[in-house]
């Protein structure tokens, strides 16, 4: 089986000032991960993900996130947040040794980003 | 423009109707996903195709139905089996570097 968590259901933070949405996952091999955002009454648009290789991954307008496999982590960050970055967010993970194809969503995360 | 469109955008359903939602992609993937979506859930699998004559059920598929044809459509039947279908409703595709899943704007159903 493969899960999801986000702990935070929102997370408020100041323009201008870093900004970090946690996820932690649970997969039995090997995980791809995934981060996608949301804006309200839209699809979800891919961010970013983790496949293998650098920990450290770096994607669309600025946000970056880190695979930590030890803590079975990959929290999404940005050094400095925009009130435009106000949005929901989603963690995902397929695990690639399982022969389970689909991805895992967690619960999303709203991020505040205030003026 | 290259991506997955789904319409309608918004659809009203009465009581005891089943209704069918669209779902095509030019981005020659193959495989696609139904999603709902309910606030405070995040994302639940309802069916996924991984090719053409091929589906296979998801976490909630009890009352949909979904038909798989041709490569570009997966359109999903919300049929009157279905207790609580008001949700929003997201169909994407697989495919590229890592095997991305893609999404398309998404369909509100609400049932009046």
């Known amino acids: 089986a493969q899960s999801v968590a986000q702990p935070e259901d929102q997370v408020n933070v100041a323009e201008g000032n870093p900004l970090t949405v946690k996820c932690t996952y649970s997969?039995?091999?090997?995980?791809?991960l995934f981060w996608y955002v949301q804006y309200p009454n839209r699809g979800l648009q891919f961010l970013l993900k983790?496949?293998?290789?650098?920990?450290l991954v770096k994607g669309s307008y600025g946000f970056e996130a880190e695979f930590n496999k030890s803590q079975t982590s990959f929290h999404l960050k940005k050094p400095s947040a925009l009130v435009s970055d106000s949005a929901l967010y989603f963690c995902?993970?397929?695990?690639?040794?399982?022969?389970?194809?689909?991805?895992?969503f967690g619960k999303g995360t709203m991020l505040l980003v205030s003026p | 423009d290259g991506g997955i469109t789904q319409s309608p955008k918004y659809l009203f359903r009465k009581e005891g109707q089943n209704v069918t939602l669209s779902c095509e992609q030019n981005l020659n993937h193959d495989a696609m996903y139904w999603y709902r979506q309910d606030p405070g859930q995040g994302l639940r699998l309802i069916y996924y195709s991984q090719i053409v004559n091929d589906f296979q059920k998801g976490d909630i598929a009890e009352g949909y139905s979904v038909s798989r044809e041709k490569k570009e459509s997966f359109p999903l039947t919300v049929t009157s089996a279905q207790k609580n279908p008001t949700a929003f409703y997201l169909c994407?595709?697989?495919?590229?570097?890592?095997?991305?899943?893609?999404f398309g704007e998404g369909s509100w159903l609400t049932v009046v």
């Open positions: 995902a993970v397929r695990d690639t040794t399982s022969g389970y194809s689909t991805l895992t």
């Open positions: 994407a595709s697989r495919g590229g570097a890592g095997n991305t899943i893609y």
């Open positions: 983790y496949i293998t290789g650098d920990n």
């Open positions: 997969v039995s091999g090997n995980p791809y």
